[in-house]
């Protein structure tokens, strides 16, 4: 029971390792991405620029050429916003991670000091 007590305890600091280590990632990712879009766009604004791009997208759906580019733009504010979505999305995992691997974790020491 107890190298069942240890493995258990094991994968709950590694679980918290690498909860740990997602966090900083996701920071990273997202100061990235506002360095992409900094001379234009702040991460803050991302979500209405996007609004008011895909308003003016549908109001045109013609062939003209403004259309195309607006599109575009369109685009490039979509991509930085599906960006700093997996961000966020990076940083709840790593939370959700260390507190899996504390109960885990706790759980291991339990079957450890059971007799």
Known sequence: ???LGIIVLLLGLVGIVFGILFIPM????????????APNLTVDMVD???AQLDAAVKQMQG???TYLQI???K????LAKANLGT???VRYLGILNICVGAG???AGVVLVCKK
């Open 1 to 3: 029971m107890r190298i």
């Open 26 to 37: 996701a920071s990273s990712a997202e100061q990235q991405v506002a360095d992409s879009i």
């Open 48 to 50: 209405a620029t996007y």
């Open 63 to 65: 062939n003209e050429p």
């Open 71 to 73: 599109y575009a733009q």
């Open 75 to 78: 685009i490039g504010v979509g």
């Open 87 to 89: 961000a966020k999305l």
């Open 104 to 106: 885990v974790a706790v």
